[in-house]
Structure formats: structure tokens, C-alpha cells
């Protein structure tokens, strides 16, 4: 079993449409949940992060983290063409100094908003 | 956010040549650089982890007599596949943290798409 699941996707949704992105994950010790986009070809951004459980929001984008289910979220409202990307999630325990907080990706799902 | 390069964004090489990567953090010090290896529709996959001026530590699988990393500055780090063969053509992505950010902040670099012929 893999530590961190992650629907590949591909997802279509209309402009305007909310999104609903997810993980799932195995590992107790994560603390810490963050969410990357990635555009074709390149590398990932890191759009939002998380500590423990909780709602997080920025904008258009809302990150939730529900420890207890070990299942976290991300949320677009009224999505653009240009949310079209991967969205990966990623997660890591906390660290034990400073140059050693490796983090546990998922597969990334793949989104296309369409026009 | 803070800014990492990486150069050559992409390459081809014969096989058995080897070729460096590098990574570069351009407006912070990288205390820490990771490298990662991306295949097609798949996850980042951590390949090592480099603390400046110390030797990397590598994942479990990964050969460090094949994949050589130096991370000789606070704004450099290189990875070398030495020897390259058509099963190491894939996309190679850097990060970078440092103790000026937030420690679970990377930074990625654009990546670096290999292809050995």
C-alpha cells in the first residue's frame, strides 16, 4: 500500500465549476500537508500548506486536512482555464532538524478546466 | 516565492556518456536541495537529499555510484548520471529549502528532461 493515494485523474469540469481534489494517506506521523500544482513540463508550485487538521483558504483555493480520516482536500471555486494543471498533494512528519523534512508526494491528479 | 533553476532544461545523450544537471537557487541559500525523478503520469519520485558542504543521502534503490550529487554551495547542487542508459531517460526535478523559509517550503526548480539514446 502505497503511504499517500491520490486519484490520477484526468478530471474535466466546466469553467466556473468547484473542484474537489483528494488524498488519502497511511502514515500517522504526517503533520504537515501541502498542495503543488504543476504545469506540463514543469516543475511543481506550491500552492497551499497545512498543519494538522483544519480549513486553510487563499483566494479561490481551499486546503482541508480531516487527520482523523487521514484524507485531505483541495478546493477551486469558480475555476479559470488556467487552473488546468497535475495538482499534487504532499505531506511530511516533522522533521527531526532542519534539512531533513522530506516530503511524501501523490501521483497528482491531472485537471483540465474547459471554456 | 523564492526562484530555483535548473540547466540544461533539457538534454540528449548517447548511451554510456554521463551528464550533469544543475541546480541552482537564485535568490536564497539552499541549505538543503533534493533532487527528484518524474516518469510520465507519475509521482515525483526523492532520489536523494543534499545538505551543503555534506555528502547526500539517498533513497533506498537509487545508486549513488551512478547518480552523483555535490552540493558544494549554498546555491549549487549537481547531479551527474554517470554511464546513462536508455532506462535513465526521464524528467529530473530539483528543490531547494532554506533556513530562511518556512522548513517545509521547497522550492522547485522548471526540470530537466533527459534522454538517452
Known amino acids: 500500500q502505497k503511504e499517500v493515494e491520490q486519484d490520477p485523474g484526468p478530471l474535466s469540469v466546466p469553467e466556473g465549476a468547484i473542484v474537489s481534489l483528494n488524498c488519502t494517506y497511511s502514515?500517522?506521523?504526517?503533520?504537515?500537508f501541502m498542495w503543488y500544482r504543476q504545469y506540463s513540463r514543469k516543475g511543481p508550485e506550491l500552492l497551499m500548506y497545512?498543519?494538522?487538521?483544519g480549513n486553510k483558504e487563499d483566494g479561490r483555493f481551499t486546503a482541508q486536512v480531516d487527520k482523523s480520516s487521514k484524507y485531505i482536500s483541495l478546493f477551486i471555486r469558480d475555476s479559470q482555464p488556467s487552473d488546468s494543471a497535475t495538482y499534487l498533494c504532499?505531506?511530511?512528519?516533522?522533521?527531526?532538524?532542519?534539512?531533513?523534512?522530506?516530503?511524501?508526494f501523490g501521483t497528482g491528479t491531472r485537471l483540465t478546466i474547459i471554456p | 516565492g523564492a526562484v530555483v533553476s535548473q540547466h540544461p532544461s533539457r538534454v540528449i545523450c548517447k548511451s554510456g556518456t554521463s551528464v550533469k544537471i544543475e541546480c541552482r537557487s537564485l535568490?536564497?541559500?539552499?541549505?538543503?536541495m533534493f533532487w527528484y525523478r518524474q516518469f510520465p503520469k507519475q509521482s515525483l519520485m526523492l532520489m536523494a537529499t543534499?545538505?551543503?558542504?555534506?555528502?547526500?543521502?539517498?533513497e533506498q534503490g537509487v545508486e549513488k555510484d551512478k547518480f552523483l550529487i555535490n552540493h558544494a554551495s549554498l546555491t549549487l547542487s549537481t547531479l551527474t548520471v554517470t554511464s546513462a542508459h536508455p532506462e535513465d531517460s526521464s524528467f529530473y526535478i530539483c528543490?531547494?529549502?532554506?533556513?530562511?523559509?518556512?522548513?517545509?517550503?521547497?522550492?522547485f526548480g522548471p526540470g530537466t528532461r533527459l534522454t538517452v539514446t
Open positions: 535568490d536564497f541559500q539552499a541549505t538543503t
Open positions: 502514515n500517522s506521523a504526517f503533520q504537515y
Open positions: 504532499a505531506m511530511s512528519a516533522i522533521p527531526s532538524n532542519f534539512g531533513n523534512e522530506k516530503l511524501t
Open positions: 543534499s545538505n551543503e558542504g555534506s555528502k547526500a543521502t539517498y
Open positions: 528543490s531547494a529549502s532554506g533556513s530562511e523559509l518556512g522548513w517545509y517550503e521547497q522550492y
Open positions: 497545512t498543519y494538522s487538521s
